[in-house]
């Protein structure tokens, strides 16, 4: 019940925050996650993807057991038999990965077909899923007593209607459903409590694997990582680590913010050429996240540092840094707005951030003046069926636009 803004995509996936997959299925794009699931094996993926739309990353999609057992053996196989010295994965794997679709469409495969996923990509996850919480308040996880390092996932059906574990090591896949025949839902029947104390008896009856996943040599690479980003490392990123990524890592973007400030002498306040000499200006990087990003992470994050105010009179008339971002309504929003039991029109919830919270913000929807904000930057208005365009600006003339359209 709340947001701890920016997280490490490990640290996401062990937790199974869904904003983060949502919005990463969203930049990678609906259509070929959907395609890769059917080549994965997952049956009930039998719609087309606008059928399932984003939820697709959440589970919006039927999956038997044998299913997403299968999936999970085919990772620890990519990984177990990769051929390192090749570069390429054993025949045998990519058999195994068809299995389920050969069963259904009653067809032989391909067996040059490449894997879906490569063993970097399978390495990498596989070591995230070690770290699944195991949350303090929960009494079952005493009983979990299983030395063997395990990479495991819970997962609940909606109304309680099924619980999920799935266990994998280098040596076994372990899967579990708990439910009722009749598909009856119980408080209690989730994968947390019902499943995944199942999944650990299991395991501990299991001989244990002589060593963990190695990660493919020549599908991984080591790089420096900005410590507080976890993008790579760029030339203002004061703090750096060497790590070791998926070789495709490479290809993506270095640190977007870490940014050069320019400040005082005493370093209290950021300064521009329009009341300083170059000279007198002491120039410094310093992490800076979006504003929505930034009203999230600094209440989790004692450590991070807000950017330090203009001195008066030093306001650039181009600051690249944004005041304020608005979190919803999204880009080109749809929104659906229900009526109210009563039968009247219902409301929507509009919301910002700003890095000074205590700022006035004014709220217009088609230049209709709705209202104004401090501190908590949330506005509720009825707006008509149609294209919208609103607009913000705070008492420093900092202004943003977005559009939207309603339906009822």
């Known amino acids: 019940m709340g947001y701890d803004g920016a997280v490490p995509a490990n640290r996401a996936l062990a937790r199974s925050l869904n904003i ?37 990353v ?6 038997s057991l044998f299913d997403i057992a299968s999936v999970y053996a085919s990772m620890a196989r990519t990984v177990n038999l990769y051929a390192p010295v090749l570069g390429e994965i054993d025949a045998n794997i990519q058999n195994n990965f068809f299995k389920l679709n050969y069963l259904a469409n009653k067809k032989p495969m391909q067996s040059k077909q490449a894997p879906v996923m490569s063993a970097a990509a399978c390495a990498f996850t596989l070591d995230a899923l070690v ?6 308040t929960e009494v079952a996880w005493s009983f979990f007593t299983s030395d063997e ?18 266990g994998v090591t280098p040596k076994f896949v372990v899967a579990v459903w708990t439910g009722n025949a009749n598909g009856e839902g119980r408080p209690n029947l989730t994968g947390l409590k019902a499943s995944a104390p199942i999944l650990f008896d299991v395991f501990n009856f299991l001989p244990n694997a002589e060593q963990w996943f190695s990660k493919p040599k020549n599908q991984v690479t080591t790089a420096k990582i900005c410590s507080e980003s976890g993008f790579l490392a760029s030339v203002y990123c004061d703090h750096t680590v060497t790590k070791e990524i998926p070789e495709t890592g490479l290809q993506s973007r270095s640190c977007p913010y870490h940014k050069i400030i320019h400040l005082n002498k005493k370093e209290t306040n950021r300064i521009s050429d329009k009341c300083s000499k170059t000279y007198e200006m002491v120039s410094k990087s310093w992490f800076v996240l979006p504003p929505a990003m930034e009203w999230y992470y600094k209440s989790k994050n004692a450590a991070y540092k807000e950017l330090p105010p203009f001195a008066k009179g030093c306001e650039p008339d181009d600051d690249q ?26 409301k929507v919830v509009f919301e910002i951030a700003h890095r000074k919270p205590e700022t006035t913000v004014y709220w217009y929807v088609d230049q209709d003046y709705i209202g104004s904000t ?23 003339g900092n202004r943003l636009e977005r559009k939207f359209k309603v339906s009822y």
């Open 131 to 136: 770290e699944v919480e195991r949350p303090e």
């Open 374 to 396: 401090q501190r908590y930057h949330r506005i509720m208005c009825t707006p008509s069926v149609g294209n919208h365009v609103l607009t913000l600006t705070d008492q420093f």
């Open 321 to 346: 840094i944004p005041e304020m971002e608005i979190i919803y309504p999204y880009k080109m929003s749809n929104i659906f707005i229900p009526k109210e039991l009563s039968g009247e029109k219902g």
């Open 20 to 56: 983060p997959a949502v919005r990463m299925l969203s930049d990678y794009g609906l259509h070929r996650f959907h395609r890769e699931l059917q080549l994965l094996g997952i049956s009930g993926v039998s719609q087309p993807a606008e059928h399932y739309g984003l939820t697709l």
């Open 149 to 166: 390092k395990i990479a495991w996932k819970t997962g609940t059906s909606f109304g309680f209607r099924d619980g999920w574990a799935i």
């Open 58 to 63: 959440l589970g919006g999609c039927e999956g």
